[in-house]
């Protein structure tokens, strides 16, 4: 019997899942739901915030990620019906350079509107615990992007996804756990490149993806204006924000003919008037930010102050918010600081020094408590598809107070300015691991809305009884 074929065949598929490996985050774990982490109580510290803030522990949550100031934050609906900010979590690491992610293994990692189902929730993640972001979106997949498997997890490692420390991912898992139970059908992740404000829209603005940023920014405006989360559609390859119409939406197709509320679009078009005249000024007196930085990424301070601290990875470092692993590669400084240790970073996790001695380091931000998931408790469909921790924003404009929509539990799509009835027309080495990102996991996420593979880890009496009606 010739085995030549079988063999080579056998060795292609092994070549080609190892290249996605390297180009992706592979978070799927063997070992189902370790410990039980996916099940862990929120922490009597973040029960109390909650409290404080006037929420409910079950409330719907959404999020917003800011790769600039490497944050992403947790809001959350409190007793008037509207969202408030609850806590900012300092990012560990995130890969590429501000702007959306084009095809796989490009190390970027997403910029959009992106909604979450408990089907993205993974317990048996490689990297601790992972939400998938659900990239490619409906626009995304409409402008020809590609790539898979991009998450939020742990493990400070990166490769196009969002990584926290194990203790925060812990912390926000468990939170969408809770907001799952609450009644919440999908929540909703907002990836920006950084916080858009005048200043920033200023510095960058000769940045070639500003067409595409001004787009999302009437998304952030809906938010900032009604703290509400947005209606979110795609037609014409383009966002829509709030969008009012008796058509039918698809990302490729023509717009139907669509309206924004008039109290909705009235404070986003005054919103973004100001916005546009201190762009214009700051923009007469503020340099330009440079295209690319080219120096893949980024971390909080938080972290980075940490590691400096200690003179660089190798240890384990453990902060105010979370623990730091011996293999985190720090991103490298830019070439005009090439005398400090960050420029001498291995892009290569593993060729970090090895563990040295447990260090602590004190930090200004706050987190703690861990939480966790389920596996294949929920089986909703997966849809179309946010400087230190407690910092608090400004608050929304006065207008957003005599604004009458509800929330919608579920992430839907959105639509543009204008009030009136329009047709839309516009064009960790332990067993060496991969760097995280872009995860292309062994176990994907079913057709059903399930990650394949994650195990029944339920106590009896658990979540399925409680959510078998959203099963299919």
């Known amino acids: ?71 992403l934050e947790i809001w959350k609906e409190d007793k008037t019906g509207r969202f408030a900010l609850l806590h900012t979590y300092p990012i560990c690491r995130w890969s590429g350079e501000l702007g959306p992610k084009i095809k796989q293994g490009d190390r970027q990692a997403p910029e959009g509107f992106y909604t979450i189902t408990p089907g993205l929730m993974n ?19 409409a402008n020809g992007r590609t790539g898979a498997f991009v998450m939020i997890h742990g493990d400070c490692s990166s490769a196009g996804c969002y990584a926290m420390t194990d203790e925060q991912v812990g912390e926000i898992y468990a939170l969408a756990r809770e907001s799952f139970f609450g009644g919440q059908k ?46 979110v ?50 923009s007469n007196r503020t340099p330009a930010a440079p295209a690319k930085t080219g120096v893949d990424g980024g971390m909080n301070a938080t972290f980075l102050t940490a590691l400096k601290s200690h003179g660089g990875p190798g240890a ?63 089986g909703s469909k997966t849809s179309d598809d ?19 929509r509800t929330v919608t539990a579920k992430a839907a799509p959105s639509a543009p300015r204008p009030a009136e009835i329009k047709t839309a027309n516009a064009a960790k080495p332990a067993a060496p691991k991969q760097e995280a990102s872009a995860e292309p996991e062994r176990t994907a996420a079913s057709s059903n809305g399930q990650l394949s593979g994650a195990a029944p880890t339920v106590p009896s009496g658990g979540f399925e009884n409680r959510f078998g009606a959203w099963n299919n």
């Open 1 to 71: 019997m010739n085995r030549g074929p079988l063999v080579r065949a056998l060795l292609a598929s092994a070549a080609i899942a190892a290249a996605l490996a390297l180009a992706s985050c592979d978070t799927d774990s063997s070992t189902p739901a370790v410990g039980g982490r996916h099940l862990q109580p929120l922490s009597d510290r973040m029960l109390a915030e909650i409290e404080s803030k006037n929420m409910a522990k079950e409330s719907p949550i959404l999020v917003r990620v800011f790769k600039e100031e490497s944050e």
């Open 123 to 141: 317990p048996n993640s490689n990297y601790y615990l992972a939400i998938n972001i659900g990239f490619p979106n409906a626009y995304d997949r």
């Open 186 to 231: 999908t929540f909703q992740i907002q990836a920006y490149p950084f916080k858009m404000t005048p200043l920033n829209m200023a510095r960058h603005r000769n940045s070639s993806n500003m067409a595409f940023w001004k787009m999302i920014k009437e998304g952030y405006d809906h938010f900032e204006v009604t703290r509400l989360q947005p209606k």
């Open 233 to 282: 559609d795609i037609c014409e390859k383009r966002y829509v924000f709030d969008a009012e119409s008796s058509g039918k939406f698809s990302a490729a197709d023509r717009c139907p003919a669509y309206k924004i509320p008039e109290e909705i679009a009235s404070a986003v078009r005054e919103k973004q008037r100001r916005d546009d005249v201190q762009t214009a000024e700051l």
């Open 316 to 378: 384990v470092i453990h902060t105010a918010v979370g623990t730091i692993p011996p293999h985190v590669n720090p991103p490298r400084e830019p070439e005009s600081a090439a005398g400090s240790m960050f420029s001498l970073a291995s892009a290569d996790p593993r060729l970090a020094p090895g563990p040295g001695p447990t260090v602590q380091v004190a930090s200004a931000t706050s987190s703690g408590g861990v939480g966790g998931f389920f596996s294949h408790l929920f």
């Open 386 to 404: 946010q400087a230190g921790a407690s910092r608090t924003t400004q608050p929304a404009d006065a207008s957003a107070s005599k604004l009458k």
